[in-house]
């Protein structure tokens, strides 16, 4: 099929708001007699008047010929090789036209690089092919625009202006076999669709709801870049209720979806819902987030579960809630690698509730110098506000760090902690769980 060629005043796409060091890729490839494009979110978000996050390149030199171009370039990854230019912090990713599948797949090497399907899925793509090849491996329509660096016009061979224009994120070719090839792409669906305000078309939304488990065997480390950057968007909260939506927080976070599942609606969603929408206010006005709050809030069901478990079956609290962290943790390593950057913050979020909870004599002084203490206490005011904490200790805590040297009152904590809370009352808000008092 003849592509459409959108010539230059027909398009909003200027030279000026492209990056500089991009501008220079481009040329240099063009000028040492190669295809240059500017391919991807650089496209797609300049069309529509959005500053783009990166600069993507698509040309037909091969890697090593683009590496003989730039003094500053690396070739990066196995299963797709790149070419990475470098210009201090800024990375211009140099990606080789690839090559369409053949119609009933291939699995044999190649003598150009190769490419080698497993049970559909694409672990590896390096045949080389054209431009117009190119565009139809790319995932959706509004990704697959090309801008010419030689005539300055856009290149579509996917219906992509079509789609930009109407807001509309469509899987290019057969949704199932390309979702099946690289499920990542139902994620991408859901970022997009949030990040531009464009809608899913009802063809490439169709079968994600039964093909979503196969994320399930994804890298780990592949998900974790993927979950940072729908929870670090800004837009959280909406993320979260479109994953679900769209059955995909099941295979991310399956003891999460388990607990909300269980325990009902109403016990967690409050909670989870203000810690998200926290997580964007504070992107919204500039401030750092730290996606070990994010997790911790996220997991937090299940740990909570978990150690209700622990402590129906004898556990004393104190330990409970060490054993359910861990345990939740580890679980959780095997669909989203976390690294230990964030792990172990998180983890002392977690455990620090329960040191939270136990204010007597001296601890509170101490827990007050801890370095999570901020991280710890401002999770512990989103439990009390969503009812899965006293409030009457946030308030304490509120109060005695305005006034360290004078400690509030502690009101008698009434009775025991009750052991076995009821679990599976459908309605009504959740009943704040009485915290051990030491
Ligand atoms: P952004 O950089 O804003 O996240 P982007 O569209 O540029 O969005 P990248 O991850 O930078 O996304 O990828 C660049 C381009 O590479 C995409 O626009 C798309 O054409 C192609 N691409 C990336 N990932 C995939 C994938 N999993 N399957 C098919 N094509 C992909
Ligand atoms: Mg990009």
Request: glycine content about 8%.
């Amino acid at each position: 099929m003849a592509p459409t060629i959108i010539p230059r005043d027909k398009h909003s796409i200027s030279r000026a708001d492209i990056s500089d060091n991009a501008l220079k890729v481009l040329y240099r490839l063009r000028n040492a007699g190669y295809e240059a494009y500017m391919v991807g979110g650089g496209v797609r978000d300049l069309s529509l008047g959005r500053e783009p996050k990166d600069f993507d390149v698509a040309t037909d030199a091969r890697p090593e010929e683009v590496r003989k171009l730039f003094r500053n370039c690396r070739l990066i990854g196995r299963r797709f090789r790149l070419a990475h230019v470098h210009f201090g912090p800024e990375i211009i990713e140099v990606a080789t036209f690839r090559a369409l599948r053949e119609p009933d797949g291939d699995a044999e090497d190649h003598a150009d690089g190769d490419r080698v399907y497993e049970n559909g899925r694409l672990v590896r793509d390096n045949v080389y092919g054209t431009l117009a090849e190119d565009a139809l491996r790319r995932d959706f329509t509004v990704n697959a625009l090309y801008y010419n660096i030689d005539d300055f016009s856009v290149v579509d061979h996917a219906g992509g202006m079509e789609d930009l224009r109407a807001g509309v994120i469509r899987l290019i070719g057969e949704p199932e076999v390309r979702f099946r090839e690289d499920p990542v792409r139902m994620l991408r669906a859901v970022r997009f669709a949030l990040k531009l305000g464009f809608r899913i078309h009802p063809q490439t939304a169709a079968p994600i709801p039964a093909l979503a488990e196969t994320l399930a065997d994804m890298p780990a480390a592949r998900l974790f870049d993927e979950a940072l950057k729908l929870f670090m968007s800004g837009m959280a909260l909406e993320a979260f209720e479109m994953l679900r939506h769209h059955g995909l927080f099941d295979p991310l976070m399956p003891w999460t979806a388990e607990t909300l599942e269980e325990e009902g609606e109403d016990r967690w969603v409050p909670f989870i819902a203000a810690a998200l929408g926290n997580t964007d206010a504070r992107i919204g006005a500039d401030k750092p987030v730290t996606p070990a709050f994010l997790f911790a809030a996220l997991l937090w069901p299940a740990v909570r579960r978990r150690e209700q478990q622990l402590i129906d079956a004898g556990e004393p609290a104190v330990p409970a809630l060490q054993q359910a962290c861990a345990e939740v943790q580890a679980l959780q390593q095997t669909r989203i690698a976390l690294p230990k950057r964030f792990s172990i913050p998180m983890r002392e979020i977690w455990t620090m509730q329960g040191r939270l909870a136990r204010r007597g004599g001296k601890r509170a002084l101490r827990l007050l110098a801890h370095p999570r203490f901020r991280a710890a206490y401002d999770f512990l005011e989103l439990r009390a506000a969503s009812g899965d904490a006293p409030e009457d200790l946030a308030q304490w805590w509120r109060a005695f760090q305005e006034n360290p040297d004078k400690p509030p009152s502690q009101r008698p904590s009434s009775g025991r902690r009750r052991r076995g809370r009821s679990r599976r009352k459908k309605s009504g808000a959740a009943t704040p769980t009485p915290e051990g008092d030491g």
